[in-house]
């Protein structure tokens, strides 16, 4: 309400901009929870973000609102993610008459199939979920920084600098999750999980993830597919079950239940949680998945 009003009365500008110094004076919009940490690790108090889908929420089929039309209206940037995971941003930014730089932070990623016979594929033939391989994750800031960078000159030394802090941390990260993970015996590697999120992580770290048809869809799996998946679980001694944050949890407890497997938690893959949570940035959703992947993989606890 207050900004329709100034921004109706050009005399009362200078109230919005210092209003808007004091949160970053660049309006960048990110399309989900994980780009919007990106950015604010890269952007630091130079820009001023919104994030269209939170924190906690499924950005496969998220429904913008008219107050997202208006953020997108009125960014200097915007960041999607790509590869078909917010299709619904590129309707946004033409509904809103956004004619302003898109960056697409998969960018020069090469993406993985879906192996859509097998588990959900959210409606796309590449996985969008480049996010889980920490060395896409530097490519993500690469791409992010370069894009802030053109589309606000005058902050491009500090995109920079911040930029590579954040990267040299990525690559710590992902050389500590690779040891983590090799504390864990071969065979053992193996996960369940409730939907099919991470197939990069799979890829980059060497470890098996199940996201078995109907679990990770709203319709309940047939007795027979149950069954499979319980002589599966039985038969190769999988202990390592999990929930996702922003997924159904029915089938899967259901699942666990029946095979006397307990559910080990819940893991962050395409959402971040709120700020008091387990997950709140992307550096912190690695550490807490692995933290219940490793002892779980292991049969611990
Ligand atoms: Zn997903």
Do not use: C
């Not at 500008?13 to 929870?33: E, K």
């Not at 039309?69 to 915007?78: K, S, T």
């Not at 047939?222 to 159904?248: G, H, P």
């Amino acid at each position: 309400m207050q900004r329709r009003h100034l921004l109706a009365l050009p005399l009362a500008m200078p109230f919005l901009s210092r209003a808007a110094q004091a949160q970053g004076t660049v309006p960048v919009v990110a399309s989900f929870s994980i780009l919007g940490d990106m950015v604010r690790q890269i952007g630091g108090e130079r820009v001023a973000l919104r994030v269209i889908a939170g924190p906690d929420v499924d950005a496969h089929s998220f429904q913008p609102r008219p107050a997202d039309a208006e953020a997108v209206r009125g960014a200097r940037l915007v960041v999607r993610n790509g590869l078909g995971f917010d299709a619904w941003l590129d309707r946004l930014v033409r509904s809103a008459g956004y004619r302003g730089p898109v960056a697409t932070a998969s960018e020069g990623i090469t993406p993985r199939a879906l192996e859509d016979s097998h588990g959900h594929n959210h409606g796309h033939a590449q996985d969008p979920h480049a996010w889980q391989d920490l060395r896409h994750g530097q490519s993500y800031v690469r791409t992010i920084a370069a894009a802030l960078a053109a589309a606000d000159p005058e902050g491009a030394e500090g995109y920079r600098m911040r930029a590579e802090a954040y990267l040299a941390r990525l690559a710590a990260l992902d050389g500590w999750v690779r040891q983590q993970i090799a504390t864990v015996p071969e065979p053992r590697r193996q996960v369940v999980t409730s939907h099919d999120a991470f197939g990069y992580f799979a890829a980059a770290y060497g470890v098996r993830f199940l996201a078995p048809q109907g679990i990770s869809t709203d319709s309940e799996p047939s007795a027979a597919e149950v069954a499979r998946l319980i002589r599966l679980l039985k038969r190769q001694n999988i202990t390592a079950l999990f929930l996702e944050n922003m997924a159904n949890p029915a089938t899967l407890r259901r699942l666990a239940a029946e095979a006397g497997v307990t559910v080990r938690g819940q893991l962050y893959a395409d959402a971040l949680s709120r700020p008091d949570g387990p997950a709140p940035d992307y550096e912190a959703m690695f550490r807490h998945n692995l933290g219940l992947l490793v002892p779980a993989m292991k049969g611990e606890g």
